[in-house]
Each structure stands twice: as C-alpha cells, then as structure tokens.
C-alpha cells in the first residue's frame, strides 16, 4: 500500500515538473516554488531509499533537474538577486549539489543499471570538469555500435577543452583514443550498410532499400562523427602534435551558401 502511494506521489512531481518546472523562462515560477518542487523530490527519495522501492530513482532525477533548474535561471538572470556575489556563490553550489548528489545515486546498485541517470550525471560531471569522474560514469553506461552516434555527446561534446590531455593509471583515459573509436564506429556501421545493399543483391528485400539508404546517408553526415573530427583536431593543435589527413572533414554537400 505504500509503495502504490509513493508511486503516485512520485507521478504527481512527474507532472509538476513537466507542466511547470521545466517550461521555459515561465512568468510565475519563482526561486521559492523550485526550492518546494527540489525538497518534495527529496523527500520522496528518502522515502523510496529506506524501502529500496525503484521509483526512488525517478525522485531523485527529478530533484536533481529542479536543481539545474535553480541554477540555469540564476545564470540567465531571470530573477532578481540583490547581492552578485552571493548569486555566483549560489551557482556554483547548486550546480555542485546536483552532481554530487547525481554520483551518490548513481553509486548504487540500482544506479548502476539507470542509463539515464548514468549518462546525467556523465554530463553534470563534463560541465563541472571532472572528467576523470565522467568518463567512469560514462563507461558504465556501456555504449556500443549505433549507440556511439546517439550517446557518445554526452561525454564527448567539448572533451578537448575540458581534458585534452590523456589520465594515466589503471582508471585513466585518452580522449583522443574515444574520440576515435567513435568516429571508427560509425564508419564500420556505414561499410556494413554498404555490404547489405550490395553484396546480397539476389536475397536483398528490395522494399528496405530507401530505409537503408537513409540509414547510410545519416551515418555519412552524423553530427557526432563530425564534432569528433573537429574535437581531434582540436586536441592535437593543443598537444602540438602533427593532425591526422584522415580528421579531414568531408563537407560535399554540407556547405549552406551565404548570401551577401
């Protein structure tokens, strides 16, 4: 009975969140109303804690959004605050709040397993620059073949000027070494889209061809894979290192004209 009433609890904040926190720069919404949202989330995650009940997990993505949203609008400057310092004060410790809160949860068992929350507080972690932290968090995740083109930005994005430099020991990385096997990833997927499309033409299902044709084209011009191109080259204009001829962005047909 009372995991059902925490359920709909945490359904109730579900709501509140979506139809008032979340809404872009709302008229009504003031620092009080969030601070309320962000302590009725934790509350309900204590509650879901002590009975190990998984809704717990939802409560606490969703204290840690509230907090983000404390901190986005005292970035923006959409309230009033009377003292500056004690708003940058206020920003850094919002923003460290989450994403100490968001690894403490995802330290768990239960969190281990919350692709979610794993990826939010891979990325909490990124802004923050503790990125030794965010990729440990990442590697959990555990991203593989197409999921490289979909995921991988949540880590990746802005690698090269928060940690261009290689972690060594056994828990380090190379950002370099992910950057590339991303980039690897995808282009190994559009050769084997290219191999299904031609290489078994006499049992090929001629009703998928535009479907796999998109499918390549996507890959051919994936965000991901070009902002990893750009995040290499990047890294090695930092490490003074020779760039590679194959971080060559292919832009045939990307280039939007400019109108004088």
């Known amino acids: 009975m009372f995991q059902k009433w925490l359920q709909i609890e945490v359904n109730v904040v579900k709501f509140d969140y979506l139809l008032a926190i979340s809404r872009p720069h709302p008229k009504n919404l003031t620092p009080s109303i969030v601070e309320a949202f962000v302590a009725n989330a934790f509350r309900l995650y204590s509650l879901g804690a002590r009975i190990n009940d998984d809704c717990h997990q939802d ?23 009377e003292d500056l310092s004690q ?10 709040q989450a994403g100490l809160f968001c690894q403490h949860v995802a330290s768990k068992e239960k969190g281990k397993q919350n692709r979610p929350l794993l990826l ?31 995921l991988s930005h949540h880590f990746l994005a802005r690698i090269s000027q928060i940690h261009p430099h290689d972690v060594k020991g056994p828990k380090g990385f190379s950002p370099d070494d992910e950057l590339s096997k991303v980039i690897s990833t ?35 011009s994936s965000l991901t894979k070009h902002l990893c191109l750009i995040e290499r080259r ?27």
Do not use: C
């Open 59 to 81: 409560a606490a993505i969703l204290a840690i959004m509230g907090l983000l949203v404390l901190h986005a609008h005292q970035v923006d400057d959409v309230w009033d605050w």
């Open 234 to 260: 990047r890294i090695a204009r930092l490490k003074s290192v020779a760039v590679d001829s194959s971080l060559d962005l292919p832009m045939e047909g990307k280039l939007i004209p400019i109108i004088l």
């Open 186 to 220: 995808i282009k190994r997927m559009e050769s084997k889209v290219d191999d299904f499309l031609y290489l078994g033409m006499q049992d090929f299902q001629y009703d998928q061809a535009i479907e796999m044709l998109d499918f390549k084209r996507h890959l051919k």
């Open 87 to 96: 708003r940058n004060m206020a920003n850094s410790r919002l923003l460290l």
């Open 120 to 150: 939010l507080s891979t990325r909490l972690h990124i802004q923050l620059g503790f990125a030794s932290i965010a990729f440990a968090l990442y590697r959990q995740v555990g991203v593989k073949e197409i999921l490289q083109d979909t």
